[in-house]
């Protein structure tokens, strides 16, 4: 059975990569696609009673409809807000190289397409040793984008994908989000023209601002074509 999928990025944390994974989830799901979902590292717990929570987790597995084990989902989950392995090392741990990558082979025999979101930017540190690159590099599945819509993404975003082409990643393109950003923003109407007429991959589309389960019925989001994006490119070497 052929493996495959897509992995997740961003220009930064915070600009809606879970929001983007869980509807694309959703909407392979819609399409009878055998799909699971993937954060090999995730820091930053909810406060509150009861037991800790991971809200991107959370929302990864109410996309799966709970199908799957959350902590296969997301196997490494630190309380802080941090990067990776400053949240383990503030717990006295170290985030396990190792199982960044091999977290992915429970999900081989059991899935037919994987929705891999990462840890903050591309160059977010994911352990001592490896940034967000490094573990895409290794997966081997092509890259989205995730960009703010508002002023500064330009620079943001172009930045993110020279380094993923220098690296020698694929990269499938960009999704400019404006769910969760101010309306008062004047630049963000500019934006995703401004960045398509100069990044070397294309903007697949802008995202509105609403629910996740909102944006799995928007029009602009259904218009990508997930199903060729995610399920036929190369297989995990």
């Excluded at 589309?205 to 994006?229: H, M, N």
Aim: hydrophobic share 45%.
């Amino acid at each position: 059975m052929s493996f495959r999928g897509v992995f997740i990025t961003g220009t930064d944390t915070g600009v809606g990569k879970t929001f983007l994974a869980a509807a694309v989830v959703r909407v392979l799901r819609d399409a009878a696609v055998n799909v699971g979902a993937y954060k090999p590292v995730v820091s930053g717990s909810d406060d509150g009673a009861g037991p800790p929570r991971w809200r991107d987790i959370e929302e990864l597995a109410a996309a799966l409809d709970h199908r799957f084990p959350a902590e296969r989902i997301g196997p490494q989950r630190f309380h802080a807000a941090l990067a990776p392995p400053a949240a383990a090392r503030h717990e006295g741990r170290r985030v396990d190289a190792a199982l960044l990558r091999s977290g992915v082979e429970w999900w081989r025999s059991r899935v037919d397409t994987l929705v891999v979101e990462g840890a903050g930017g591309l160059l977010c540190p994911v352990s001592d040793d490896d940034l967000a690159a490094d573990l895409a590099r290794d997966l081997g599945f092509p890259l989205v984008v995730v960009a703010r819509s508002g002023l500064g993404t330009i620079n943001h975003t172009l930045l993110t994908v020279e380094v993923a082409l220098g690296r020698g990643l694929k990269v499938a393109g960009v999704v400019v989000n404006r769910h969760g950003e101010s309306g008062r923003d004047a630049a963000a109407a500019s934006n995703p023209a401004e960045i398509a007429r100069r990044c070397p991959v294309p903007v697949l589309g802008v995202l509105p601002s609403c629910t996740p389960e909102a944006l799995f019925q928007d029009a602009e989001f259904r218009k990508i074509d997930w199903l060729r994006l995610c399920c036929a490119n190369a297989a995990v070497r």
